[in-house]
């Protein structure tokens, strides 16, 4: 392949990431600002209650969607269907799911936790379904300006819903929640009437062979997205029923810090997943794969590394004074964060390569080390400033030992490199950056920075790289 393709990829690859940063990043700031308002107008124990509603909706969303989302963007990519049988497919998939909702009412009915709250839960679920269905049917179509625009729209909804219904309001957990049901109902509202897809979606547009295939690709995908949910999720659950609310509330929002790397991760996945699927066939893909996923690599540990020094700074500014004991979470955290991210990039192999089942597996192996850890390590912890490290840990244990399987396992399909010693060396140099902040040893900012100049050189390489390629793009 020549050197002008390859150059062609990249800046393909970096154009669509820079579009949907430009319409994510921002907006997805203003969310984070939001942690302080949360913090301000609820309890730990009612943030808790929130976290806990939202993620059992999260949970809801692939079992009543049957996963069709991805389906939707996987094939609308692919030129051989008719994208009007695929959106209108998409959407007759969770129409039938939607039959399960009696179910779901029945069986949440029996959780005393959460009564009075069941409408909330199916309410958010059925919003974030269309929503995601209609945001990857248009990124599927390499609309990528218009994807970033929905986004920023969507975020603009929810901000201005929280301030009124937290503060004016004073609704509580139900204006938390609501804010986000009613964003996700409006921005696909928005991405009906722009799109014009009342021309796309027709019930004679389904055709029930394309249908049975998109759920033969999707309905695979659920025990892995449930597996990822126990992962990052069952911890929040665990600690509230061993440790409380209270206890929750201040783990939640200490997760809130590392999924800043979640952000940068979508980001860069949403144009990742199409590039990666449409060069699959390309001459030199797995020089491809290499020298992205190097790249990634440092940006993800520099991210990280960066999040770990600043963390009691960080948690100063974005918690209120009643949260700020909650840092000592930070650090763990963004490193299990940092696992999470790079198994999610390795994973994309599984995409390219359609092997759902290498998906399951790593994801099923990750979630019952997880709960197993869960209950062995979280009633270790019974200093009330430490009383949810048990979790921490097993979380970052779980994705770690994801990151290694997968990594393994996608190398066997794509023959690219692991650049293993310069992934050693920023795992090393992150863990130890923790580990020190963790335990705030003595001089502990010492070794904070120097972990950072340790990751400088390091990463000298794509550092290097980077600051080339700026340089040259601001010439020309």
Known sequence: MNGTAQEKKYNKLMTNTAIIAMGTLGSKVLVYLLVRLYTSVLTAAEYSIASNITEMATLLIPIVSFGISEAVFRFALDKKYDERS????????????????????????????????????????????????????????????????????????????????????????????????????????????????????????????????????????IPNTMSWWITNVSDRYMITWMKGDVVNGFYSAAYKIPTLLMVLIGIFNSAWKYSAVSERSEEEGARFFSNVYEAFLSAIFGVSAVIIAFSKIISGIMFASDFRDAWIYIPVLTLAMAFSALSSFTGTVFIIEKKGTYSLLTSLIAAILNIALN???????????????????????????????????????????????????????????????????PFYPVYQAAGLAAMLFINRKTVIKALRKLIYEHKS
């Open 86 to 221: 695929v959106l209108s497919s998409g959407i007759a998939a969770f129409l039938l799911g939607a039959f399960f909702f009696p179910v779901i009412i029945l069986i949440l009915s029996g959780i005393n936790y959460f009564d009075g709250y069941i409408w909330l839960i199916c309410i958010y679920t059925a919003s974030s379904i269309i929503h995601s269905i209609f945001a990857q049917f248009i990124k599927a179509k390499a609309r990528f300006k218009l994807f970033a625009v929905q986004g920023i729209i969507n975020t603009l909804i929810m901000i201005t819903c929280n301030v009124i219904f937290l503060i004016p309001l004073n609704m509580g957990v139900t204006g938390y929640v609501l804010s986000v049901a009613v964003a996700d109902t409006l921005t696909s509202v928005f991405i009906f009437f722009f799109c014009k897809l009342w021309r796309m979606i027709s019930p004679y547009a389904v055709k029930k062979q394309l249908l049975g295939r998109m759920l033969l690709y999707s309905l695979p995908l």
């Open 375 to 441: 209950l062995l390590l979280i009633p270790l912890f019974d200093d009330p400033l430490l009383a949810a490290m048990g979790a921490a840990t097993a979380t970052l244990a779980s994705y770690f030992v994801m990151f290694i399987s997968r990594l393994a396992l996608s190398r066997q399909l794509i023959r690219y490199k692991a650049h293993a010693l310069c992934t050693f060396l920023n795992i090393l140099t992150v863990s130890v950056m923790a580990l020190t902040m963790t335990l705030e040893v």
